[in-house]
């Protein structure tokens, strides 16, 4: 599967953003999706990963209450709703496909690893 990442951009502190992941082909609803981000100088960290069906979703702590994932298995498209944007938000968000199942916020040392295919990010810059 070949993933797109959209939707990033400029933004002012409280803002929102929506993320989306288009998927090409016809298996999009067969893989959980998750969702990651990398800040300068900073390691590749999950945000988000919701299931292939879209019911079970899991967030990273410090996103949690603020971002909503969730996924249109028909137009093969994930997205991630970012609300109350902050400054440490900023950073290259990239969606994934064919990781595991998260039923909480305990992602394991490694997730990115355990992902088969990768969007080319986007750029998502809060400013103060």
């Known amino acids: 599967v070949q993933l797109q990442a959209s939707g990033g951009g400029p933004v002012q502190a409280g803002g929102s953003l929506r993320l989306s992941c288009v998927a090409s082909?016809?298996?999009?609803?067969?893989?959980?999706i998750g969702w990651f981000r990398q800040a300068p100088g900073k390691e590749r960290e999950i945000v988000s990963a919701?299931?292939?069906?879209?019911?079970?979703?899991a967030y990273a702590d410090a996103v949690k209450g603020r971002f909503t994932a969730s996924r249109d298995n028909a137009k093969n498209t994930a997205y991630l709703q970012m609300n109350s944007l902050k400054p440490e938000d900023t950073a290259v968000y990239y969606c994934?496909?064919?990781?595991?199942?998260?039923?909480?916020?305990?992602?394991?040392?490694?997730?990115?690893?355990?992902?088969?295919?990768w969007g080319q990010g986007t750029q998502v810059t809060v400013s103060s």
């Open positions: 994934a496909a064919g990781g595991p199942t998260y039923y909480s916020s305990n992602f394991g040392p490694e997730p990115a690893a355990l992902y088969d295919y």
């Open positions: 082909g016809r298996t999009f609803g067969t893989y959980n």
């Open positions: 919701i299931n292939f069906s879209g019911e079970i979703i």
